[in-house]
């Protein structure tokens, strides 16, 4: 069946660091591929998507790349900043009116 | 326009008693989605709906639980004699199409069983 497997947290890093949180999926044909965010008791945002392969997502300077060779869409930010502490999904969905799936969420806190 | 509303946001039950957690959609969305999320798990899917009909109800338990989204009103999560395992954070999203993963989600509501 289809699944999103995501690096375990807690991360935690310094503020100006580098991010990287890992996804990766299994799934017959072409799903679009999603990041959502989650901020202390606050429900999911949509914070990018791919579409299709080699699609580079990208918002509030944060990318994924959808990668079908590896079937991976890891998250990424240069430099990030304490507003940035919260939790991260990966998800898919196959098609619409097929359910969404979600990864287990990757915590991440930064500290100044 | 006012986002998903969800209420209550936090709501205590006891063993046995019933819960009822409502969503009222975005204005012009007639697409909704219940999502469950266990402590240090990720959203499951549990039911979708369009006004007055259930599309997909494949991640709701079989007992105790029913959803519906009535032409006038919000939509209803209803979770009958609640037990300890139902504690959990529910989430409601709602869209204007079919497309479940841009849907625009709710703050939840926290369920304690006690």
Known sequence: ?112 | NAGVMQNPRHLVRRRGQEARLRCSPMKGHSHVYWYRQLPEEGLKFMVYLQKENIIDESGMPKERFSAEFPKEGPSILRIQQVVRGDSAAYFCASSPGDRGAEAFFGQGTRLTVV
């Open chain 1, 1 to 112: 069946g289809n699944s999103v497997t995501q690096m375990e947290g807690p991360v935690t890093l310094s503020e100006e660091a580098f991010l990287t949180i890992n996804c990766t999926y299994t799934a017959t044909g072409y799903p679009s591929l999603f990041w959502y965010v989650q901020y202390p008791g606050e429900g999911l945002q949509l914070l990018l998507k791919a579409t299709k392969a080699d699609d580079k997502g990208s918002n509030k300077g944060f990318e994924a790349t959808y990668r079908k060779e590896t079937t991976s869409f890891h998250l990424e930010k240069g430099s990030v900043q304490v507003s940035d502490s919260a939790v991260y999904f990966c998800a898919l969905e196959k098609t619409s009116y097929d359910k969404v799936i979600f990864g287990p969420g990757t915590s991440l806190s930064v500290i100044p």
